[in-house]
């Protein structure tokens, strides 16, 4: 899929975000090596940690359907750029350290990083057994 179209996948995501206390909605779009594409919204709750931030439902969705192999995930959000938070940070550290993330903003601008460079000293399940 060429990033336009994950791109157009993730800002179609922005109309199904339940933000109500923020109001800002985030949507994301998620590709794995295999060619499948799954696509995440932000939930939240009254209860802030219990909601879930787009990229991580994309990724939860995509690793409950069997795929860990992702190559690039497109965030977007309808003002500034929408760039991962700490948690989904890690979060993808564990499955994709070198996947590329493309952040829109409202204008359709992008930035591109890696994990690696979103999360420079990150760690995974190696640091776990040393």
Known sequence: ?????????????????????????????????????????????????????????????????GHRDFVRLVIAGRTGFASPCGMCRQFMMEFAPDMEVVCLNGKGDSRTFSVRELLPFGFDGGALRE
């Open 1 to 65: 899929m060429s990033v336009d179209e994950l791109k157009a996948l993730a800002v179609s995501m922005l109309d199904r975000a339940y933000c109500p206390y923020s109001r800002f909605p985030v949507g994301a779009a998620l590709e794995c090596r295999s060619g499948a594409v799954f696509t995440g919204c932000n939930i939240e709750n009254a209860a802030y940690p219990v909601g879930i931030c787009a990229e991580r439902t994309a990724m939860a969705k995509a690793v409950s359907e």
